[in-house]
């Protein structure tokens, strides 16, 4: 929905008076190496990534991502952008970024993770954590030019001083249809590139943004209510896009926090790429 000491999560913002904290998911709290599992690695593959910290570090990341991503469904309220900013182009009410930890020193680089991504590493068709499923709509897009894939001069700028050379960007729905939900990844120069990225978009996504793939199976609604994060990963830079397909708010019923973690499930790319980029262990004496 991604180890020396590991850096401590940031405490979530304090609710604007009179607003009501959402629920947050107890899955997502457990959230932890087992996922590496899911993801396809192996017990030794796993070892490789352990490498680079301790266990610690690995679930104190992980805890992060939650408390990120429960900043998104929660009680993050970001300033409204004037219509005149704003125009007619697609955008998230709700945004909030995060650096990079130190699990992904192996690919702090570009250079040390040469290998161009693929649609098909990224994008499975359907991506399950516990009761919700997301299916694949459309094709996903991968493209050199970064910017054709985003509309907004600064966030332009922001890729071209980055380095960007691939964006790649997976739409999905729930499979009861109440979901929308989009996945964007850039593959920039470096952590500090990615960093940027991620964190700059607080405040410049009310002036540009990723645009939505095209599809006629499914779209965000004109106008409607979505949120957003930013995760930096090494040299890349993730962007999760969510909201209700009928474009309201999320109410109760909506576990925002799940179904960002469950959309997250395209990052296992990345830490195979760890693992690709990680240096063999010592054999024991």
């Keep these: 929905m991604t180890p020396p000491p590991p850096t401590s999560a940031p405490s979530p913002p304090s609710p604007a008076p009179g607003r009501k904290r959402r629920r947050t998911s107890g899955k997502a709290q ?19 990534v352990l490498v680079f ?16 991503i429960s900043a998104i469904g929660n009680d993050f309220v970001p300033e409204r952008a004037t219509a005149s900013v704003i ?6 009410d709700v945004y909030k970024g995060w650096p990079s930890s130190k699990v992904f020193a192996p690919i702090a680089e570009s250079k040390a993770d040469p290998k161009p991504l693929t649609a098909k590493d990224l994008f499975a068709k359907t ?22 894939a985003i509309w907004g001069q600064g966030l332009a700028d922001l890729l071209t001083q980055g380095g960007c050379t691939q964006v790649a960007r997976g739409l999905y729905t729930s499979a009861d249809g109440r979901y929308i939900a989009q996945y964007t990844m850039f593959n920039l120069r470096d952590t500090a590139s990615a960093d940027t990225l991620a964190n700059t978009l607080t405040t410049l996504h009310r002036g540009g943004w990723v645009r939505p793939v095209e599809t006629p199976r499914a779209a965000f609604p004109a106008g409607g209510h979505t949120e957003a994060s930013g995760h930096a990963m090494g040299h890349y830079a ?3 896009w ?8 999320p109410g109760p019923r909506d576990d925002f926090v799940s179904l ?6 395209t ?5 195979r790429r760890i693992v690709a980029a990680s240096p063999a262990p010592a054999p024991a004496q």
Excluded: M
């Excluded at 991506?127 to 054709?148: H, M, Q």
């Excluded at 909201?243 to 309201?248: I, M």
């Excluded at 960002?260 to 499930?265: K, M």
């Design 267 to 271: 990052e296992k790319a990345i830490f």
């Design 238 to 240: 993730g962007l999760v």
């Design 53 to 68: 910290g301790s266990l610690a570090g690995v679930l104190a990341a992980a805890l992060a991502l939650t408390l990120a």
């Design 127 to 148: 991506l399950k954590e516990g009761r919700i499923t997301l299916r694949l709509a459309g094709t996903p897009r991968l493209e050199t030019d970064c910017v054709a």
């Design 242 to 249: 969510l909201g209700r397909a009928d474009g309201a708010e």
């Design 87 to 92: 125009g007619t182009e697609p955008r998230p």
């Design 30 to 48: 457990t959230w932890s190496i087992p996922q590496l599992e899911e993801w396809g690695l192996t017990r030794t593959q796993q070892r490789l």
């Design 260 to 265: 960002s973690l469950t959309l997250r499930a």
